[in-house]
């Protein structure tokens, strides 16, 4: 469709429901398996209409769950205001068939109350989100990382105020340790507010959230689980496996480090990806499959590029398990 037209979603969207979507825990939540985060390529720095054709392309083949946070984009705040953007522009008339997630927590303004996880910093966040995404609330709304230094009764109250204020539907947490988790999910349930979801990083080189007990935890309450950077900030894709490529976050030192790519890592790398040509598949494809087959996983978000991207990425719904033993 040009893109200067006036968007008319695909028709056949949901075709593939039954295979393409989980159930979020015990909620009354389905999210797709695959998700798309705007954590890069949505910026203000990024082609408005590159972002555009990406997320026609995502609706379109039924993934109707947009993760995004307040200091998402280059500069912070202009991944939501893309996403104000696409709202006015295309996504108004499907609003209530989008599940739109947002966070606070991380660095966002100066001063003492732009960062971390104080009730003041969490619903002031909330009300510029809002406005930057031109919604009257979100669907889902984070703490975006463990707060050491503010009391988890203020964190988690401030979350429950969102909920009842009608401003969010659901609550997350990201990035909680399993303790904290624990007392969290008893705090909201406790409150009519329970723990929609926790996001964590869980790939093929990252096992956290399975060696600490959060995954177990989330899938016997009840609990969703969402895995962000599942092809490990492209490390899990084909972009690595000939060394560093000029203009890559790992040249840059943006997000990756050159030490992220020790020999053996880059060994290791190049045995999974002679395990996913064995397979018919690419790494990316493969490594997605392996994060979605593990047990309790509700959804992976992936961060894209381009369309053809997205469209590699979705083959990863119909790829069979496996278990790595390299």
Known sequence: MDLKGFYVADARRY??????????????????????????NFGGADPYERSRAITHYAFDHGIVHFDLANNYGSPY??????????????????????????????????????????????MASLDQSLKRMHLDYVDLFYSHRYDPYTPLEETLQALVDVVKSGKALYVGISRWPLEALKYADRYLRERDVP???????LNLLDRGPQEDGVLDYCSEH???????????????????????????????????????????????????NNRAIERHETLAEMALAW????????????????????????????????????
């Not at 159930?23 to 998700?35: A, Y």
């Not at 991380?106 to 003041?120: A, F, L, Q, T, V």
């Not at 009840?222 to 040249?251: C, H, K, N, T, V």
């Not at 593990?294 to 961060?303: C, D, F, N």
């Open 15 to 40: 075709d593939e429901a039954e295979m393409m979507f989980h159930r979020c825990g015990n909620s009354g939540i389905s999210l797709p398996k695959i998700s798309l985060g705007f954590w890069h």
């Open 77 to 122: 705040g202009s991944a939501e205001e893309t996403m104000g953007r696409l709202m006015d522009d295309d996504f108004h008339p499907y609003r209530d068939e989008l599940f739109i997630s947002t966070k606070a927590g991380y660095d966002m303004w100066e001063g003492p109350y732009g960062n971390w996880g104080s009730r003041k910093y969490l």
């Open 195 to 201: 723990l929609l979801i926790y996001q964590g990083r």
């Open 222 to 272: 009840g609990i969703g689980f969402i895995s962000f950077s599942p092809l490990a900030q492209g490390l899990l894709s084909d972009r690595y496996l000939d060394g560093i490529p000029s203009g890559s976050r790992m040249e840059k030192e943006k997000s990756l480090k050159r030490s992220d790519l020790s020999p053996e890592r880059f060994a290791y790398l190049l045995r999974l």
């Open 291 to 326: 994060v979605l087959n593990q047990k309790g996983i509700t959804s992976v978000l992936v961060g894209v590029s381009s369309v053809g991207q997205l469209s590699m990425n979705l083959k990863a719904i119909h790829a069979a398990p496996f278990e790595v033993q390299l």
